[in-house]
T-cell receptor, first 113, second 115 residues
Framework: DGGITQSPKYLFRKEGQNVTLSCEQNLNHDAMYWYRQDPGQGLRLIYYSQIVNDFQKGDIAEGYSVSREKKESFPLTVTSAQKNPTAFYLC????????????FGSGTRLTVV | GENVEQHPSTLSVQEGDSAVIKCTYSDSASNYFPWYKQELGKRPQLIIDIRSNVGEKKDQRIAVTLNKTAKHFSLHITETQPEDSAVYFCAATRRGDTGRRALTFGSGTRLQVQP
């Protein structure tokens, strides 16, 4: 996964259930991001963190929560308040200087059943 | 905040032809513009990027141009091949700013190269 690992690859959620998506990186990057991708659409920013113990809401944060207790980890919880959670979720990180382009994880496909 | 518009949404070309995808952005302070290629069911992969102090950048068959005055940038693929078929996304951000530095993405262009 090029230094950034997402799990699980597929996740099924029942109505009213909270689920947590994992994102781990070993690239020693400060910044981490969560995006949501719906079929045929672009990537929309859910939450981002530019340093440990700090995170900011993105454009579609309602119904989601995150934590950043360790530099390597940025888990995303999809709560029952998110009414339409079925989507492809991508975690990303980037370095500094010449390596500013994002590196994405392989994604988690979440389906409500 | 930043808004990125991308056109066309779909593009079909014959193998060997050129393909051009265009994006416009709204935030004049944006200074970093990457392009990503996403194959079906896979993660986006960075293919080329450009910073605001450069007008054009080339990497083999791929080039990106930037017009800061008009606030638009374009991806050019020459001598297209079937393996170029994918969805392409443009993006923009203020690199190095102390504020929000997250990428804002365009809605994507599905490129199909016909053999």
């Amino acid at each position: 996964d090029g230094g950034i690992t997402q799990s699980p690859k597929y996740l099924f959620r029942k109505e009213g259930q909270n689920v947590t998506l994992s994102c781990e990186q070993n690239l020693n990057h400060d910044a981490m991001y969560w995006y949501r991708q719906d079929p045929g659409q672009g990537l929309r920013l859910i939450y981002y963190s530019q340093i440990v113990n700090d995170f900011q809401k993105g454009d579609i944060a309602e119904g989601y929560s995150v934590s950043r207790e360790k530099k390597e980890s940025f888990p995303l919880t999809v709560t029952s308040a998110q009414k339409n959670p079925t989507a492809f979720y991508l975690c990303a990180t980037h370095g500094q200087g010449a390596n500013y382009g994002y590196t994405f994880g392989s994604g988690t496909r979440l389906t409500v059943v | 905040g930043e808004n990125v518009e991308q056109h066309p949404s779909t593009l079909s070309v014959q193998e060997g032809d050129s393909a051009v995808i265009k994006c416009t952005y709204s935030d004049s302070a944006s200074n970093y513009f990457p392009w990503y290629k996403q194959e079906l069911g896979k993660r986006p992969q960075l293919i080329i990027d450009i910073r605001s102090n450069v007008g054009e950048k080339k990497d083999q068959r791929i080039a990106v141009t930037l017009n800061k005055t008009a606030k638009h940038f374009s991806l050019h693929i020459t001598e297209t091949q079937p393996e170029d078929s994918a969805v392409y996304f443009c993006a923009a951000t203020r690199r190095g700013d102390t504020g929000r530095r997250a990428l804002t993405f365009g809605s994507g262009t599905r490129l199909q190269v016909q053999p």
